[in-house]
């Protein structure tokens, strides 16, 4: 999430203390690319626009529901099983109809419509959830967030896994590695979220949001060579995109103590327990972005390969 995790700056939150041919479509460095923008613009300006929605003051006396860890990790379960039960439709409509890559006869039968719907229709109610979050938590508008999440990842996993057999499956093994080491470390309590880490996040952010844009404009006007465009370009023989790859790993896996923290700071200081619904959202932000990078990181040294 964005740095601080502006969303949660609520006093509720906080502590009161002083190889196969590519089908006819477009390259799958691009489309991955604006993927990947789409979701850092989805992270910051959500987490700018939620700050309203913690504008109010921790729940009263009278409001007996209370934000818990456990009631959160429901929640958040809850969005990921809508977001993978619309994954497997987006994943078989961009088949043409198939559930195996290698049952699809012809390129032409592969379409790009499910994560392009996803993609867009997801990033459209990230920012209408965060306005409305001003005012209302709406907990239908996130699952409606989830279920258009899952259409884009099916979509784009199922192109990837059409020309890079198997790569679906490395990706998700080292986004889950990343997710359980980051929750294990902030568990045990060696990491934490720090107001100097922020700014150096955001920053970061900032600058990598950057480059996302502008190698998506080179690579629409044809003028950055390779299906990653400036992500392919060599440094030493290393492509970009991987040294790129890795550090915006890191970024995402930070970007999730961030969530972590913020969570904890809720529970802690008794937030109302609807705020649950965007400790789940927040969470699915990230860890979609980070399978996002991790998949085109894959790609990238693959297609090297």
Do not use: C
């Not at 619309?86 to 039968?109: E, Y």
């Not at 109610?125 to 209302?136: C, E």
């Not at 889950?176 to 045990?188: C, E, K």
Request: charged share 10%; glycine share 12%.
């Amino acid at each position: 999430m964005a740095s601080g995790n502006f969303a949660f700056n609520n006093p509720a939150f906080q502590e009161q203390r002083p190889g196969l041919t590519p089908p006819a479509a477009p390259q799958p460095g691009a489309s991955t690319g604006y993927a990947a923008t789409s979701h850092q613009v989805t992270d910051a300006a959500v987490n700018a626009q939620l700050e309203g929605a913690f504008a109010a003051p921790a729940a009263a006396s009278h409001q007996t529901g209370r934000m818990t860890v456990e009631d959160t990790v429901a929640k958040t379960v809850g969005l990921f099983a809508i977001l993978l039960v619309t994954a497997v439709i987006g994943w078989v409509w961009t088949l043409g109809g198939a559930f195996s890559p290698t049952d699809v006869a012809r390129s032409s039968q592969i379409t790009i419509v499910p994560w392009i719907i996803g993609m867009l229709g997801g990033f459209v109610l990230a920012m209408v959830v965060s306005f409305t979050s001003r005012k209302k938590i709406r907990p239908a508008l996130i699952f409606g967030y989830a279920a258009f999440e899952g259409l884009f990842v099916g979509g784009i996993s199922a192109y990837f896994e059409f020309i890079w057999p198997g790569i679906v499956m490395q990706a998700t093994i080292a986004t889950f590695a990343v997710v359980g080491v980051t929750l294990a470390l902030f568990a045990s309590g060696k990491v934490r979220a720090s107001a100097r880490a922020n700014k150096i996040f955001l920053i970061a952010m900032v600058g990598y949001l950057v480059f996302g844009l502008i190698n998506l404009v080179l690579m629409w006007t044809g003028i950055a060579p390779g299906a990653f465009g400036l992500y392919s370009a060599k440094i030493a023989g290393i492509p970009i995109g991987l040294i790129i790859g890795v550090l915006v790993v890191i970024m995402a896996a930070y970007s999730l103590v961030q969530d972590f923290d913020q969570i904890q700071q809720g529970v802690r200081n008794g937030a109302p327990r609807e705020f649950g619904w965007l400790g789940g959202f927040g969470i699915m932000v990230t860890v979609v972005w980070l399978y996002i990078e991790i998949l085109r990181m894959i790609a990238i040294l693959r297609g090297n390969n």
